[in-house]
């Protein structure tokens, strides 16, 4: 059971659920008539699974994107949950997940309608002895493709090895598999115009007119037509067009988007229409006047140039705020942005107010948000600690309170529309 349970918590993520549903209005316009596949990895990239995933099936979402077997597992108990609590297409949403270890329960993911993305063809015995025990309710799989990544999924030489052996299967082993879909992932989708992205396209592209001529010659795998392409991450969706000679024809898979960040270093998610969807919130815990030559945190690497007054603020590197970033990060109190100073600790950071300020113990402390009000934002976070809005975002620890604004699930919004 997390802290948080035990009472309240001095840091605070507030989940903003209508900039979710802003963000997905957004991805759905790119993508045209394809599906969007939202990805609630990671804890849904550090919103909190439980707090997106009914957000999404109300929003009409019926696939969701998982990277771990465990993730995929909380999403389709959180689904039943749903189901049975009345969210409606919640007993319709089929979950996927793509990274798993050799081995893996697949007959057990099969019973639960969690399709699988096979990376490995060493991973086909294990297929095989699923679908002798999935019969009445096949295991789905997507093949992923290694398209210049370099990562997981299938190369050339090893995609054609597996459909050679899946061809030589038994009946009784065909009956309890199906291939309904087809991934790759992009390598640099965030510089658009890349040729490498061109590159990418080209191979999978291949890959997939080859697989379709295996289901063409064995229709009870899977047909051709109703294969799932998906190759779109956030940077694609959001920048390469929609029909049916792009890599957005059948599905985008689309992860940071859905958050309402950007996935471009030079873009702000206001400019591509996204709301981001975190804002973190803390408070102001201690005051104190130090004089010229008093120094702050652990290792002494600032010390004060003149006569100041320190804030001590709740929140720190277990709370997911990078230690990199000591001494350049700034936070939001009353309207002002003020210097982080000194090394970024565990549980706390030191705040530069100044004498003249008006700072007060128990002020509230925006450390990021979607930065409209002068905020910092996650972005600027991931530039002060030498990274990038992903981590921080997914970074935020246990100890923080996720709590839920905007429109609740099932309730009407102004045109008295759930959905």
């Known amino acids: 059971m997390p802290t948080t349970a035990y009472g309240p918590s001095l840091l605070k993520a507030l989940i903003d659920r209508d900039a979710i549903r802003t963000n997905l209005a957004v991805l759905r316009e790119h993508a045209g008539e394809a599906d969007v596949i939202p990805v609630v990895k990671a804890d849904a990239y550090g919103h909190g699974i439980t707090n997106v995933v009914p957000v999404l099936v109300e929003a009409g979402i019926r696939r969701i994107g998982t990277a771990t077997v465990p993730e995929a597992l909380q999403v389709r108990d959180l689904l039943e949950r749903l189901a049975a609590e ?63 990544l370099g990562r997981g999924g299938m190369t050339e030489r090893q995609f054609d090895g597996f459909l050679r052996e899946v061809a030589q299967l038994d009946d009784d082993v065909r009956s309890g598999l199906k291939i309904v879909g087809a991934m790759t992932h992009l390598a640099v989708a965030d510089e658009p115009g890349s040729e490498f992205t061109d590159h990418q396209y080209s191979i999978f592209t291949e890959e997939i007119s080859k697989l379709r001529g295996f289901l063409l010659s064995q229709p009870d795998l899977g047909h051709p037509d109703e294969l799932i392409v998906h190759a779109s991450n956030s940077p694609a969706a959001l920048t390469i067009g929609t029909g049916p000679d792009t890599l957005t024809a059948h599905a985008v898979r689309t992860g940071l988007a859905v958050y309402g960040l950007s996935p471009f270093a030079g873009s702000t998610p206001e400019s591509l229409g996204l709301r981001p969807a975190m804002m973190l919130k803390s408070q102001v815990i201690a005051l104190k006047d130090v004089a010229r030559g008093s120094h702050a945190s652990y290792g002494l690497t600032y010390t004060c140039e003149a006569d100041t007054r320190f804030a001590l603020v709740a929140g720190g590197y277990a709370d997911g705020l990078p230690r990199s970033a000591s001494n350049a990060a700034r936070v939001f109190i009353g309207g002002r942005q003020y210097r982080q100073v000194g090394r970024i600790a565990m549980d706390q950071i030191v705040v530069e107010v100044g004498l003249d300020s008006d700072v007060s113990i128990g002020d509230e402390v925006t450390i990021f948000g979607p930065g409209d009000s002068g905020e910092p934002t996650a972005a600027d976070w991931g530039a002060w600690g030498g990274t990038i809005n992903y981590e921080i975002v997914t970074g935020i620890g246990s100890r923080v309170e996720r709590v839920l604004t905007g429109r609740a699930v099932g309730e009407p919004n102004e045109a008295g529309e759930t959905a």
């Open 86 to 148: 009345g969210l409606e297409g919640a007993a319709d949403t089929v979950v996927l997940c793509w990274l798993m270890p050799i081995g893996v329960d697949f007959a057990g993911l099969a019973q639960k309608n969690i399709e699988v993305g096979i990376s490995a063809a060493e991973q086909l015995p294990f297929i095989v002895e699923a679908a002798r025990k999935s019969t009445d309710n096949p295991l789905r799989i997507h093949i992923k493709i290694d398209s210049g």
